[in-house]
């Protein structure tokens, strides 16, 4: 198993700013990704982060608007950049081992006024 | 657009009842994973079906998998109120470069 470590855990952030989202994992893992979760939603992929190259965004996200680090395969950040109300979200990293399931982080849940 | 769909969305049951959520896809599948979020929670792996008509217990809850990997429920018999939370059907999919999308979730509340 895996333990993932969020920070921060909640934020109210003013609106056109940018805040960055860090992932800790206790142990060096194959896969980090992130998700987006709107309150009583699904959870929706933004990307992979891959360790020592760029991410892998999905349709509809940008690296512009996402960028997100993995320097080492313990760590990632994403930022959220030039933040709207339409960010307001719970922002939760996830890791595999390789074997399929993934862990989840306890979610930076973020509020764009 | 959603790739696994989820039903029902919401149920509420009386503490004893049984409840089941149904996922299904238009598309065969590789194998299809069950995740259980509490409220305020993070989602949290339950388990992971591969084969075709897989049939897997953790004690009251029951996985299956279609034949036809298309489709696969979960079931929980005997309902309690630490069953409260979303439950969510989880698949690889190729148009995502092989990552794991989720579906909608069926919400799950229990009333003692």
């Known amino acids: 198993s895996a333990v993932i470590s969020q920070k921060p855990s909640r934020d109210i952030c003013q609106r056109g700013t940018s805040l960055t989202i860090q992932c800790q994992v206790d142990?060096?893992?194959?896969?980090m990704f992130w998700y987006r979760q709107q309150p009583g939603q699904s959870l929706t992929l933004i990307a992979t982060?891959?360790?020592?190259?760029?991410?892998?965004?999905e349709s509809g996200f940008v690296i512009d608007k996402f960028p997100i680090s993995r320097p080492n395969l313990t760590f990632s950040t994403l930022t959220v950049s030039n933040m709207s109300p339409e960010d307001s979200s719970i922002y939760l990293c996830s890791a595999g081992l390789g074997g399929g399931e993934l862990f989840f982080g306890e979610g930076s849940r973020l509020t764009v006024l | 657009g959603q790739q696994v769909m989820q039903i029902p969305q919401y149920q509420h049951v009386q503490e004893g009842e049984d409840f089941t959520t149904y996922c299904n896809s238009s598309?065969?599948?590789?194998?299809i994973q069950w995740y259980k979020q509490r409220p305020g929670g993070h989602p949290v792996f339950l388990i992971q079906l591969v084969k075709s008509g897989e049939v897997k217990k953790q004690k009251r809850l029951t996985f299956q998998f279609g034949e036809a990997k298309k489709n696969s429920s979960l079931h929980i018999t005997a309902t309690q109120t630490t069953d409260v939370g979303t439950y969510f059907c989880?698949?690889?999919?190729?148009?995502?470069?092989?990552?794991?999308?989720f579906g909608k979730g069926t919400k799950l509340s229990v009333k003692p």
């Open positions: 598309t065969t599948l590789s194998n």
């Open positions: 982060a891959n360790q020592g190259s760029e991410a892998t965004y």
């Open positions: 142990s060096q893992v194959t896969m």
């Open positions: 989880a698949a690889f999919w190729r148009g995502s470069q092989g990552n794991l999308i």
